[in-house]
């Protein structure tokens, strides 16, 4: 049986995850720390107080059931947490929040007998689990952001440069290599929208009680109903919320944890298609992404440029889509006003899928950042199959010359057949032109054809296309969100 060995560092003889360790930042890491859930806890509980005492909350005798001073001492250790004793104090009652209670209650002796009071578990966990997707959707509106304001720039710089384009990752009709950045920009631009709508709609649970009928505040309100409605109204407030749920069961719909995990799914999405262009980019030898000078592509290969930051990108957004499915079924699975089921998964999927998401998006805007373009390879490439998507242009010359468009059209039918078995078959460069200009009925030269490959005639509205859409769409979006911007992405490995 294995054993510890004596002296082993702690941190290397159990299991830590890699999206803390190897990729999500430290910003996103707090967000969803013992920290930061305990001191929203206690912020709840202050905000619970404060709104019980404004509303007049009395006690047997008549009497303020809340005081100044109590509040005051709650607030005095709002940020202080002593989790040994809380700690120590779960293992007696195998309870988390009222664990909590007992150890705040200890540092605020004035105030022990008003910490939650009315309220149900779910007050403080709920609650404190909408706000910590709150600010974890803010922190990934600032990534998207910088990565769509790096995609604009990216956009702008390349737009006029004609790349061959790709149907069924066959050669097609031109683009810019501009023009496909904007592919990447116009699906993140979705996902905004979508996180836009979710963020605008986040909602506390509020003080709904442990069925969320709000009998507990009833009886403490002394059947005042106007005031367990304004007891929501002025939670949320002070939490920094619009609102809370207008109804709810113990627990606030588990439908929102399905709505906000399919926003990150959505993005999770949008880098893998990104990823997967730049890998076959890369193998192109078109477009790679950033190499540092030191890296090692392969321990055994020491010539290769693995484009390993978009491959981990594709593998952490695999994670992040199939993870959406956790929510849905946890929301699906809750039996009436509440069951238990939802805990320990709600505890992983959506941490998790914040953590990984978190570590794309910094991925994905490091890649964009750095990204290298070999404009000479993109052109080179582009010239060796120009000639078959000119023929439509040398055609139609052709009949304006006077000849039979049927007939023009079984003629270059037949040339490219020929020049494609010369390219395919023999391994020869693409004499299409030669066999074009050699053919009687088209009255043109090989100069007179050779003059007609310039693939800026071949892009369509590529480049107004980029100008636009930066201009018109993007743009707009970034002066909104100009205090997000700035951001630079660390990978540490």
Not at 146 to 160: P, R, S, T
Not at 459 to 469: H, M, N, Y
């Amino acid at each position: 049986m294995w054993r510890k060995q004596k002296g082993v560092n702690m941190s290397t003889d159990k299991y830590v995850s890699p999206l803390s360790e190897r990729y999500a930042s430290r910003e996103m890491q707090f967000i969803f720390s013992p920290d930061m859930k305990f001191r929203t806890w206690r912020k709840l509980w202050i905000a619970l107080a404060e709104t019980e005492k404004e509303l007049g909350l009395k006690d047997a005798d008549g009497n303020p059931r809340i005081t100044d001073e109590q509040i005051a001492e709650l607030k005095a250790h709002a940020e202080d947490i002593n989790y040994e004793v809380a700690k120590a104090r779960e293992k007696e009652v195998r309870h988390d929040v009222m664990s909590h209670v007992y150890a705040y209650g200890q540092q605020c002796p004035k105030a022990a007998g008003i910490i939650h009071l009315g309220a149900t578990s779910c007050y403080v966990g709920d609650n404190t689990d909408v706000i910590i997707m709150t600010e974890a959707l803010k922190l990934v509106k600032k990534k998207v952001v910088n990565v769509l304001k790096e995609l604009a720039d990216f956009a702008m710089k390349y737009k006029d440069l004609p790349t061959l384009a790709f149907t069924h990752f066959q050669p097609a009709q031109p683009t810019t290599v501009g023009k496909r950045a904007t592919l990447w920009m116009q699906e993140l631009l979705m996902d905004l929208e979508d996180l836009d709508y979710v963020l605008s709609n986040m909602k506390l649970l509020g003080s709904k009680g442990t069925t969320g009928t709000q009998a507990s505040f009833l009886e403490l309100f002394d059947g005042d109903e106007s005031k367990c409605k304004e007891a929501d109204k002025r939670i949320a407030e002070k939490m920094g919320f619009e609102s809370c749920f207008p109804v709810s069961g113990q627990t606030y719909s588990r439908k929102l944890d399905t709505r906000v995990c399919n926003v990150l799914a959505g993005i999770a999405a949008t880098a893998h298609k990104f990823s997967n262009d730049i890998r076959l980019l890369q193998h192109l030898k078109e477009i790679e992404e950033p190499f540092e000078k030191g890296q090692i592509g392969s321990s055994a290969m020491a010539y290769k440029r693995n484009p390993m930051r978009s491959e981990r990108i594709a593998s952490l957004s695999r994670y992040v889509m199939i993870d959406a499915l956790n929510p849905a079924i946890t929301s699906a699975c809750q039996w009436f006003e509440r069951t238990l089921d939802d805990s320990a998964n709600k505890r992983l999927s959506v941490a998790e899928g914040f953590l990984a998401v978190d570590g794309i998006l910094d991925l994905f805007l490091n890649v964009v950042d750095g990204l290298v373009v070999y404009d000479k390879v993109i052109t080179k490439r582009l010239m060796s199959e120009l000639p078959f998507m000119a023929t439509e242009n040398i055609m139609m010359d052709a009949v304006k010359a006077g000849g039979n468009r049927q007939e023009l059209h079984e003629k270059i039918r037949e040339l490219s057949m020929e020049a494609g078995k010369n390219v395919k078959e023999r391994g020869l460069d693409n004499n299409l032109l030669e066999l074009i200009a050699a053919e009687e009925a088209f009255p043109m030269t090989l100069e007179e054809l050779q003059e007609t490959m310039e693939p800026a005639k071949y892009v369509g509205r590529a480049p107004s296309q980029v100008k636009e859409f930066v201009e018109e769409v993007i743009q707009p979006i970034l002066t909104e969100n100009k205090e997000l911007l700035g951001l630079k992405a660390e990978i540490t490995c």
